[in-house]
């Protein structure tokens, strides 16, 4: 019956966790999957987000369905997080926020809407990306290609180049953007580079889709959503997928948002409803535990400071992980210029190191990197950052 069924080989991030879980070495660090863990390498519970679980657990509570499109109080804040609370098109109504089972449920839900009314459309990633954005576009249908954008010969963005290739697209081709963080390579635009992408997103009529993970985690809650404020500033089409995984430290909780900035409101309210059926279609309605906690923390002044400090630690947390790590690998290999580790932003760097690197970092010291040579920093901490620099020194040399 099922003979022609196709072997899954695994996916390249989920699947490695699943071979550092079975490494019985104790020394072992993962700086796979993109998950924040703190100085002692645990998963933090924010105090933000244990004060509204707190307090939500004092009552007995039901547990309705929640409306296809999500919790209105969450959708609210998602809005203000993006875009500012006070941006034209928040006030306009001009804006359709769904909730959504995390980052990729938003991607799945806002690429099978533009494939069903844009049937002609194709999408282009960056290259390289997360692996998973080409899946899901594929998997809605797309035809999926590559746009340039890092250069590893400089270990920045081959801006010219990209912007030469946006310039041969015809309307409607959906180009998938890192607002911040860029996942995997670290390396983000400038904000007067972005302002040259988003003029050629215009003239060429493209639909910019942007994938913001790590808000917070670059330089600030504001300036990460640059690219997102100055792209509904211009009235362009504009698909924004979120997710409070990273920020939130909620990752089971599957917290999302897709966002769709429109020309008018009465457009919005078309999208919207197409939104609620893609949803209806296909998973009927999100989660309610982690709509409630995030919209708690994010419309409570008090616990909404509290938490952007408390990103701000993570990202103050990340930031001196990579200063470390640039300052062993410096000292042991002092004719290799290492500071490529400070300059990139987020929770990844690109490390430049091979497959064959990666595979003996894993072997040899139990240290799990992508195979692209991608690293999440956030798994590095005091007690094994040392221990990654000599491991990086013993596959560099
Ligand atoms: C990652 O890139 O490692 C994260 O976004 C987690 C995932 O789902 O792949």
């Known amino acids: 019956m099922y003979q022609h069924v196709e072997f899954y080989p695994g996916d390249p991030i989920l699947s490695l966790v699943e071979v550092y879980n079975n490494d019985a070495r104790p020394g072992k660090v993962n700086l796979s999957i993109g998950i924040y863990f703190d ?47 006070d941006h034209a098109a928040v006030k306009e109504k001009r804006i359709a926020t769904i909730q959504t089972l995390g980052g990729s449920g938003a991607l799945k839900i806002g690429a099978d809407f533009i494939h ?82 988003l003029d050629v997103i215009q003239a060429r009529g493209l639909i910019a889709f942007m994938d913001i993970a790590y808000q917070g985690f670059g330089e600030d809650l504001d300036s990460d959503a640059y690219a997102i404020r100055k792209a509904a500033d211009m009235s362009l089409p504009l698909f924004v997928s979120n997710s409070f995984s990273k920020n939130l430290s909620l990752y089971g909780e599957r917290v999302g948002g897709l966002s769709v900035v429109c020309p008018t409101q009465e457009e919005a309210e078309l999208v919207f409803g197409q939104l609620k059926f893609t949803v209806r279609r296909i998973y009927s309605s999100p989660a309610t535990h982690g709509a409630y ?13 509290l938490w952007q400090s408390e990103v701000y630690g993570m990202r103050d947390r990340i930031r001196a992980m990579r200063q470390r790590l640039y300052e062993v690998l410096s000292a042991k290999i002092p004719d ?49 950052v040392e221990y990654v620099a000599d491991a990086f020194a013993g596959v560099l040399k």
């Open 39 to 85: 100085d002692e390498g645990k998963m933090p519970v924010l105090q933000s987000v244990r004060q509204a679980e707190v307090k939500r657990a004092a009552k007995p509570r039901t547990s309705p369905y929640l409306p296809m499109e999500g919790l209105a109080a969450y959708r609210e804040a998602v809005q203000h997080l993006l875009f500012g609370k």
């Open 336 to 384: 290799k210029d290492f500071s490529y580790f400070i300059k990139q932003r987020g929770m990844f760097s690109y490390t430049g190191l091979t497959e064959a690197q990666v595979t003996r970092l894993r072997e040899e010291f139990g240290v799990y990197l992508l195979a692209s040579g991608r690293m999440c920093v956030a798994g590095l901490n005091p007690s094994n």
């Open 293 to 305: 906690i995030a919209a708690d923390v994010m419309n409570t002044p008090e616990w909404f400071a």
């Open 116 to 197: 069903r009314w844009f049937p002609e459309a194709k999408a282009y990633v960056s290259g390289p990306t997360w692996e998973n954005h080409k899946s899901i576009f594929e998997g809605a249908g797309f035809e999926v290609g590559t746009y340039p954008y890092y250069d590893p010969a400089t270990i920045g963005v081959k801006f010219d180049e990209m912007v030469a290739f946006f310039e041969t697209l015809p309307p409607n081709s959906v180009l998938i953007l890192h607002p911040c963080c860029q996942n995997p390579t670290g390396v983000d635009m400038t904000e007067a580079q972005w302002d040259k992408v």
